[in-house]
């Protein structure tokens, strides 16, 4: 064990942080299901999220539309969640609405946001990908502004490069202080940390989380926060502790079960079946439910790892994985 | 010469139709130049154009916020543009902001809108992508709604299939009428004209124009429209008469000086060149401008095949052919 890994386990714990992509629930009309969606966003705050990356993908947040997201995060605050918990996604493919909702973040007092590139022209050049975000920083123009890129250049189709984010950085170092690397390629998310010491870095995956957060990862965003908060947050606070590898390992069998399902489908039948709130399982076009039979699968199997998710009683992973 | 090839020209004149995706205009400052939009638009329109396909992906309209579009698309009606001649790209990665512009444009009374699909989320099913067409027809709610289906699958990255199509026309028959094929695959236009007789396959570009209106095209969308509207409406005058193939290898040269050019870009610093309007020149981020130098080239290149875009006076494509 080195030093560092002998760190006291409560300054872990305010290091490493799980912020939730919250999947978003519609009523069989489509619409956003407000209670619900506030409902859950509660629910993981007390169950191990740090806080809720809400209009994620995930979240379906290109789903909605800009008045949408532009209330729902109003509902948020005066729900009463802390703004300092909230790192909502903001970039679309127009540089007016990005800054819309970017301003509408910033001016609310979130944590951040996580911005994607614009995403309909393609063969982007670095030189074009850097005006964008500079744009949007320029015209939001509030000192309060903390961005995190979002690269996720499987759907974007607009990888973020090192090269951007290393302009963009040294641009404007007080507000774009991390990324999200949704890539799934760890050679990138290890690239990422070791070449921009201090930059926040957070994996889109707790697959190889524990190996990120020695590499000096803030913390994990990751869409299967919403069904496993609390074993994902095990991982986040007990990562230089003795059970770390274990932490990892249960965390890691989790994600397994939804391993080749299409993820929000998947997620979204999983709550239905758990929470017994049939309409949890419908997500908006283009995305199609999931059978409910296989929401019931999962949520089984979800079951048997330890990880439950009744809206106000249950165990949590973290629960389970005390006797071992 | 085949009985249809015999068919009197007016009668041609009047089937064939030009529209084009009109370049929006920008300031300095990247906002919006209302003015100068509609006078580009007036220019086309009295220069070969039978109508405008606004918000296409040559009028970057994934890069203009939805209020901006809608703003836009109010100043065009309300400045004397017929909404029978208007033709808005309408279509967004949300649901709700796809039914708010195509209620706005049907409840003005445009000839149609082109509907891109939900683009953000990749492998969509056909299943899902049906779905989404038939979420936004049923919410829009109005029987005057016209859809051309835009498939772009090179920037969407989400192709709109036959099966899809088919489907669509079934259950909406009098709504989704035709399609604008920018896949830039001739097998695919001839595909769908030869699938789908009497469904409106508009080709988005005028390369093998000639071959698709002999399979019923019933017109052309095309960037280049905004650069060789008269050039183009000729070979769509003229495809039954004698000059077809010289009228077609005319426009071809146009568009030829813009193969292999970020087209975008290069159609604006043409307008700037020619128009003597720098402001012409920018595009918006993530698109970057041309160097003026190119802009200049291209418009020297074009006055030389007989295409000039003088906003008041100056030949059109068209009369240069009239020696020939």
Known sequence: MTASNAAPKSAAISAKKLFVPAL?????????????????????????????AVFGTTSEANSLGIDEKLDLLARLIEAGIPP?????????????????????AASAGCAGVLMLPPFYYKGITDDGLFA??????????????RIYLYHFPQLSQVPISAAVIGRLIKAHPHTVVGLKDSSGSWENTRDLLERFPGFGVFPGSEGRLLEALRLGAPGCITATGNVNAAGIKAVLDGWQ?????VLQDSAGKVRALFSGLPLIPALKATMAA????????????????????????????LARLGATLGATQGTTMADALEPI
């Open 24 to 52: 978003t629930p519609f009523r069989p009309d489509l619409s956003v299901d407000g209670p619900r969606f506030l409902a859950h966003c509660r629910w993981l705050l007390d169950h191990g999220a740090d806080g809720l």
């Open 274 to 301: 758990a929470r017994g709130e049939a309409d949890w399982r419908l997500p908006r076009p283009p995305l199609l439910p999931m059978e409910a039979a296989d929401g019931h699968r999962l949520a089984a199997a």
């Open 132 to 145: 964008s975000f500079d744009a949007v920083i320029q015209r939001v123009g509030d000192a309060r502004l």
């Open 241 to 245: 502790g003795p059970d770390a590898e």
């Open 84 to 104: 300092a918990r909230v790192m909502p996604g903001t970039g679309t493919c127009a540089i007016p609405d990005t800054v819309r909702l970017t301003q509408a």
